[in-house]
């Protein structure tokens, strides 16, 4: 007797969350593995790429075709968030680094907007360790904070629209590559992060 499949989660949220699964995983380690909260010199490694992630997203965040799919889009960046906790923390914004997102279709934008937004689920998490080192949603960990409306509520109204859209296969299919491209880009970021405060070392 075989097994069956693995079912396939209806709502596409569902499905981009289990597609992006193994990728989620291996970021959250790496993420552990640099130990941002141990010091405020290594939390500042984590904002240059969550700044350069951000940054990289600024293009999606501000353009009037997905704003007209959610309205609330440009509101929704944390790129300035990000600029700001560096300056905070005394330390240069980086340079963009090759690689970046360039012109993705509809499905692909979706796809790596569903991770930003996702992260801010997480967030809540990273914000209070945050406070450890002295650190709050108005100083040098802005980008942590909890947005307007309540983080649940923002990821909720994120979703019921991204559920409810009408994709074509193919749109499907590029959503799902670009989740999964987003965790891949923002895994290479944390790396040249750390790596470029292990050079300067």
Known sequence: ???????????RSQRLNQITHAPHSE?????????????????????????????????LYTDPQLIAIVPDLAQRCRAE?????????????????????????????????????????????LIKRAV?????DSFGARHLGEPAG??????????????????SAEEEAAAERGAVAAFERFTTLLKHAYAADAALA
């Open 1 to 11: 007797m075989t097994a069956a499949p693995a079912e396939r989660p209806s709502l």
């Open 27 to 59: 970021l959250d380690a790496l993420v552990k593995a640099h130990a941002p909260f141990d010091s405020r010199a290594s939390f500042a490694r984590f904002v240059v790429a969550q700044y350069l992630f951000q940054s990289e997203l600024q293009a």
């Open 81 to 125: 968030q990000a600029r700001l906790d560096l300056a905070d923390l005394d330390t240069e914004a980086p340079a963009p680094l090759a690689g970046a997102l360039q012109t993705p279709s509809l499905g692909e934008a979706l796809g790596w907007i569903f991770v930003s937004e996702g992260s801010k689920l997480g967030a809540a998490f």
């Open 132 to 136: 450890a080192l002295e650190l709050s």
């Open 150 to 167: 309540g983080r649940a509520e923002g990821w909720k109204q994120f979703t019921r629209i991204l559920d409810g859209l009408a994709l």
